[in-house]
């Protein structure tokens, strides 16, 4: 299938799959489902976490229908930027450096999905950096990144109801905001995520020796801190 005959949606950099796909929904006036199985009839990929992977096929149908290289299309999933570093990319269960959430039919129960208002209020997209382990803040606006909606404590599910496009949260309903409880991120903070992001793409055998020591070192943080 092609959709030629509609005004193509480039995507941004950065940009998870699902994102895409959403705004190419909402272009063509369709829910992101209604879209996805006029691509790919084979089940209905939005009940998967479509971000982390799909299979080839999916990808290379949504290569044609959008009009975008298959290697664009499997770029904006997680499974290539860990492939690409060389980490762990276990088909079941969560490789080491991406948050899980929950997939659940339609919803996510668990609160992997971080994001940021004043990033949506620009550009209304999700970044694939959103669902790695180590970042916790948006080096662009300097703020903390958030996990749930700040009304009802649910897990942010961007491409349900729409929810990453209108800025409103999929559960109650209410608008998206960045209700500042924490303050700002020290600079030492984001010179961490900084030089964590440089160990994570050092490929070499040495890199991927600190990969691993930096992900322990992570986890026993996110352990016994009470910030996590």
């Known amino acids: 299938m092609s959709l030629a005959n509609t005004s193509p949606v480039q995507p941004y950099p950065g940009e998870a799959l699902g994102s895409l796909l959403v705004r190419c929904a909402w272009g063509r006036g369709e829910t992101v489902s209604q879209f996805v199985r006029s691509i790919w009839g084979k089940g209905d990929l939005m009940t998967r976490d479509i971000d982390r992977a799909i299979n080839l096929g999916a990808s290379q149908a949504i290569a044609d229908a959008i009009s975008l290289p298959l290697s664009a299309v499997k770029g904006m999933q997680l499974e290539s ?34 994001y940021c208002c004043q990033c949506l209020d620009e550009r209304a997209c999700c970044c694939m950096s959103w669902r790695l382990s180590h970042r916790w803040i948006c080096e662009e606006h300097g703020n903390y990144l958030l996990d749930a909606c700040k009304h009802c404590d649910m897990p942010f599910i961007p491409y349900r109801h ?67």
């Open 81 to 114: 930027w860990m492939r690409v570093r060389r980490l762990d990319t276990r088909r079941h269960g969560y490789p080491t450096w991406i948050t899980p959430v929950g997939v659940y039919h339609r919803i996510r129960l668990r609160y992997g999905q971080l």
């Open 162 to 228: 729409d929810s990453m496009i209108v800025q409103r949260c999929g559960w109650c309903r209410r608008r998206l905001e960045n209700k500042v409880t924490r303050g700002r991120p020290s600079l030492a903070e984001m010179a961490y995520q900084i030089h964590v992001d440089s160990i994570l793409n050092d490929c070499t055998q040495d890199g991927l020796a600190k990969q691993r020591a930096m992900h322990q070192t992570l986890t026993d943080l996110a352990t016994k801190d009470t910030r996590f």
